[in-house]
């Protein structure tokens, strides 16, 4: 069965640091691969995806993912975390490769923390 | 202009009680969720629903029933909430699995 692992609950950087949050998948084929962005009290943003292609993707706010397929991972890189940065990210595969019911499987989340 | 939206986005009940949530979509998705986030911020699907087909996620009490009067709206019924139910529901939408999803603010449901 498809799963997700995000192995770290918290992380704390400091600010203007750079930043690696680790997501790996069990999935019977190439996947499509998304991280998202929860921040406090709001709802999940799309950062960025992956479905094929350019292994190394670019996402919004300054985020990066790359594809490896020899780790089963997708993880999530940014040069210099800014305060605002500070939330919880999601790593998540559809439940249904190829189907037109993506229904996504979450990792538990990690939860950034960014000192000053 | 909002892409997903939900109303209401606080919901305070008593147990027993039946209350619903509503979630509308602009953007002409074919393909409308509903999810459930817990308290420890874990994000699990409850129901999918696409022209007319509804995907049912079996670990779904039948209290919960989603409803679609039409590809923009996907609203959520609960009968006899339970101390449990306490959680923020999410509606999202997509239009294909390589786009990814959009998620609506969420409905923050707390059963008293």
């Known amino acids: 069965a498809q799963s997700v692992t995000q192995p770290d609950i918290h992380i704390t950087v400091s600010e203007g640091a750079s930043l690696e949050l680790r997501c790996n998948y069990s999935?019977?084929?190439?996947?499509?691969l998304f991280w998202y962005v929860q921040s406090p009290g709001q709802g999940l943003q799309l950062l960025l995806k992956y479905f094929s292609g350019d292994t190394l993707v670019q996402g919004i706010k300054g985020f990066e993912a790359e594809f490896k397929r020899s780790q089963s991972s997708f993880n999530l890189r940014k040069p210099s975390v800014h305060w605002s940065d500070a939330a919880e990210y999601f790593c998540?595969?559809?439940?249904?490769?190829?189907?037109?019911?993506?229904?996504?499987?979450f990792g538990k989340g990690t939860k950034l923390s960014v000192k000053p | 202009d909002t892409a997903v939206s939900q109303t209401p986005k606080y919901l305070v009940t008593q147990m027993g009680n039946d209350k619903s949530i509503k979630c509308e979509q602009n953007?002409?998705?074919?393909?409308m969720y509903w999810y459930k986030q817990d308290s420890k911020k874990f994000l699990k699907i409850m129901f999918s629903?696409?022209?007319?087909?509804?995907?049912i996620n079996e670990t779904v009490p039948n209290r919960f029933s989603p409803k679609s009067p039409d590809k923009a709206h996907l609203n959520l019924h609960i009968n006899s909430l339970e101390l449990g139910d306490s959680a923020v529901y999410f509606c999202a939408s997509s239009q294909q699995t390589s786009s990814g999803q959009f998620f609506g603010p969420g409905t923050r449901l707390t059963v008293l």
């Open positions: 953007l002409g998705h074919d393909t």
């Open positions: 998540a595969v559809p439940m249904n490769y190829g189907g037109s019911q993506g229904n996504l499987i």
């Open positions: 999935y019977g084929a190439t996947p499509y």
């Open positions: 629903y696409n022209n007319k087909e509804l995907i």
